[in-house]
């Protein structure tokens, strides 16, 4: 229990009265589960860049103990999740990347300038500590002061649950919008300088491009019914946004289990001839946008590499 006590005491502010709570339950947590909790202790001190994962995120001992990531996820299920996300991106990318991803420091992936007042929009790739219910990592559109835009959270993981092959996916456990007073005309005139490209479809294509650069084989996203939080609500909760509406117009398609999506990997895009010829030089600026977007995260990630990286 020592071992559990110490590790709560990086996660937790004891002279929060919330927080000191939330350690009492994490340590009866780790004590109903002391076998896997020191198999994924052991997996992180595996080695001096996981111990540095560890320590600049510690929050992966309490994601493993808490009903966050999916509805009725099981401890050993996001135990194995948390150590799978790590292995996949540390073979991936170097240390570099790691610690500044679980350093709560922000890769800057893209940017764009929007107009006078609202100034530049940029695209990073960050883990922070209030995301950590929904996923393991972000993509997130920021404006100056790291004003959040729109995010996607996600981790990376096998496909033990729905075809249960083993292919590497992206699994995507929330799509936030912004929380601000104006959020509709802000949206309004993002959507505007991106061609009357919608903030939340530039946020998936965002995201379908950083699962491409990255490597992964397919992308999951949660449904209405596999948000985490329906653990801790009653059933009837409405989302701001319903995700499983998204997901199909996106062109997403239900799979065996009802609380998953299966999301291409790559957004369809129009031919010359199913747009209206009006609309042609908008979407011919639209998807010289995209190119853009991907491109710039390509050669970002690109950058961080490991050379003899092979997943």
Same mark, same amino acid.
């Given at each position: 229990?020592?071992?559990?006590? /110490?590790?709560?005491?990086?996660?937790?502010?004891?002279?929060?009265?919330?927080?000191?709570?939330?350690?009492?339950?994490?340590?009866? #947590?780790?004590?109903?589960?002391?076998?896997?909790?020191?198999?994924?202790?052991?997996?992180? @001190?595996?080695?001096?860049?996981?111990?540095?994962?560890?320590?600049?995120?510690?929050?992966?001992?309490?994601?493993?103990?808490?009903?966050?990531?999916?509805?009725?996820?099981?401890?050993? /299920?996001?135990?194995?999740?948390? /150590?799978?996300?790590?292995?996949?991106?540390?073979?991936?990318?170097?240390?570099?990347?790691?610690?500044?991803?679980?350093?709560?420091?922000?890769?800057?992936?893209?940017?764009?300038?929007?107009?006078?007042?609202?100034?530049?929009?940029?695209?990073?790739?960050?883990?922070?500590?209030?995301?950590?219910?929904?996923?393991?990592?972000?993509?997130?559109?920021?404006?100056?002061?790291?004003?959040?835009?729109?995010?996607?959270?996600?981790?990376?993981?096998?496909?033990?649950?729905?075809?249960?092959?083993?292919?590497?996916?992206?699994?995507?456990?929330?799509?936030?919008?912004?929380?601000?007073?104006?959020?509709?005309?802000?949206?309004?005139?993002?959507?505007?300088?991106?061609?009357?490209?919608?903030?939340?479809?530039?946020?998936?294509?965002?995201?379908?491009?950083?699962?491409?650069?990255?490597?992964?084989?397919?992308?999951?996203?949660?449904?209405?019914?596999?948000?985490?939080?329906?653990?801790?609500?009653?059933?009837?909760?409405?989302?701001?946004?319903?995700?499983?509406?998204?997901?199909?117009?996106?062109?997403?398609?239900?799979?065996?289990?009802?609380?998953?999506? @299966?999301?291409?990997?790559?957004?369809? #895009?129009?031919?010359?001839?199913?747009?209206?010829?009006?609309? #042609?030089?908008?979407?011919?600026? #639209?998807?010289?946008?995209?190119? /853009?977007?991907?491109?710039?995260?390509?050669?970002?990630?690109?950058?961080?590499?490991?050379?003899?990286?092979?997943?």
């Amino acid at each position: 229990m020592s071992n559990f006590i /110490e590790l709560g005491k990086k996660i937790y502010d004891l002279n929060n009265p919330r927080e000191a709570h939330r350690f009492a339950v994490f340590v009866a #947590r780790c004590c109903l589960h002391p076998q896997r909790m020191n198999r994924l202790e052991k997996f992180f @001190e595996q080695s001096e860049l996981m111990k540095k994962i560890a320590q600049g995120y510690p929050f992966v001992y309490e994601q493993a103990t808490r009903s966050f990531f999916y509805h009725r996820s099981t401890f050993e /299920e996001r135990a194995r999740l948390i /150590e799978e996300n790590m292995k996949f991106l540390a073979e991936r990318f170097n240390e570099d990347f790691m610690l500044k991803i679980y350093g709560d420091k922000k890769i800057e992936l893209w940017r764009m300038a929007l107009d006078e007042t609202l100034g530049e929009m940029n695209l990073v790739l960050c883990a922070e500590p209030g995301q950590r219910k929904e996923g393991l990592a972000a993509v997130m559109f920021n404006l100056p002061d790291e004003v959040p835009v729109y995010q996607i959270l996600f981790w990376i993981a096998r496909d033990e649950i729905i075809n249960r092959d083993g292919a590497w996916a992206m699994w995507i456990g929330a799509m936030q919008g912004p929380n601000v007073d104006d959020a509709k005309d802000l949206v309004k005139r993002i959507t505007k300088k991106c061609h009357a490209y919608r903030t939340k479809n530039l946020i998936l294509y965002a995201a379908q491009s950083v699962a491409r650069s990255i490597g992964v084989k397919k992308i999951f996203a949660v449904t209405n019914e596999g948000y985490y939080a329906n653990n801790h609500v009653r059933q009837d909760r409405k989302l701001k946004t319903s995700f499983s509406d998204f997901w199909t117009e996106a062109g997403g398609t239900p799979t065996n289990d009802k609380r998953f999506f @299966e999301l291409p990997l790559i957004e369809t #895009r129009k031919t010359v001839e199913e747009i209206p010829s009006h609309k #042609r030089a908008q979407y011919r600026r #639209r998807f010289a946008l995209l190119d /853009e977007l991907d491109a710039a995260i390509f050669e970002t990630l690109r950058g961080f590499e490991n050379a003899t990286g092979n997943i």
